[in-house]
């Protein structure tokens, strides 16, 4: 049994700012999800042409943004000059995709939490993992709770760690790898630890008592994406987990801190 991680993030964790209530990933929508009560946030974030971290989740700019093509291909001046809000209602028309480095001075200056979804486009993985640490190394204060870095890409985590090793990551699991004979998990348990993750970030659908069991006998936390529901919430914290990512600002009150909802 091996010390559990240090893990000092609030349990619940609202969705690109407040799920689909506001345009995700803009300030407008980090903004609502404080006024529902959210103390930490997950964003997505990747580079433009010019090496500037912003955040967008999709790799195109078609669904939420009036762009067009992949988003990677435009310098931070030409993101910048995008509408990406009125895709989503016109209360938030004419809303901006922000920086990284702007929504992090905004957690700093609201002592909020943040959590940064290392979203690479596609090849360049290590690059941005690198990007993102060292942003974080250039403006995040040492005596504050560290940001959390979670990806999908294992090279992200890799260059993430490479230039910021202080600050904690997660492997972000969609589904389990192939076990090939292996316990359900196992890979991507080794992976996370070759990594020096300090959690696994799963579908919630994958955790069961046993996994959850696993890894946190490995030391690692457990956290879930995206939950919406509150019969799959209580079942996660029944199994003991430690973070829950959902869209559902407006149902889930993250001042509630019991074993109940
Ligand atoms: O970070 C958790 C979750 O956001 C991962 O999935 O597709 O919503 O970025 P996705
Ligand atoms: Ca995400």
């Not at 559990?4 to 993030?9: G, I, K, V």
């Not at 609502?32 to 955040?55: T, W």
């Not at 809000?85 to 905004?106: I, K, M, N, V």
């Not at 959690?199 to 994958?206: G, K």
Request: hydrophobic share 40%; with cysteine; aromatic share 8%.
């Amino acid at each position: 049994m091996t010390a559990l991680a240090a893990w000092p993030y609030p349990r619940w964790v609202a969705h690109r700012g407040a799920g689909k209530l506001a345009p995700e990933n803009t300030l407008s929508a980090f903004r609502l999800g404080a006024q529902y009560g959210y103390r930490f946030f997950e964003c997505d974030a990747k580079l433009s042409k010019d090496g500037v971290l912003f955040l967008m989740h999709d790799a195109g700019l078609e669904r939420t943004t009036n762009g067009h093509g992949t988003g990677s291909d435009l310098s931070m001046g030409e993101i910048a000059q995008l509408d990406a809000g009125s895709w989503h209602s016109r209360a938030y028309a004419g809303e901006q995709l922000p920086t990284l480095e702007a929504l992090a001075r905004w957690c700093l200056a609201n002592q909020l939490d943040l959590n940064v979804e290392i979203k690479p486009t596609p090849g360049q993985e290590l690059e941005t993992g690198r990007a993102c640490g060292e942003l974080m190394n250039r403006i995040w204060p040492q005596d504050r709770t560290p940001p959390l870095f979670t990806s999908f890409k294992p090279a992200s985590l890799q260059g993430a760690k490479d230039v910021a090793p202080h600050i904690p990551r997660g492997l972000l699991v969609d589904k389990l790898a192939d076990d090939n004979g292996a316990s359900p998990g196992d890979i991507d348990l080794q992976t996370a630890i070759g990594l020096g993750c300090s959690a696994m970030v799963l579908n919630h659908d994958l955790w069961t008592a046993e996994l959850v069991a696993k890894v946190h006998a490995a030391g690692l936390r457990c956290s879930s994406y995206t939950v919406n529901d509150a019969w799959a919430a209580q079942r996660l914290i029944d199994l003991g987990t430690d973070g829950i990512i959902t869209d559902r600002v407006d149902l889930f009150s993250p001042a509630q801190t019991g074993p109940e909802l």
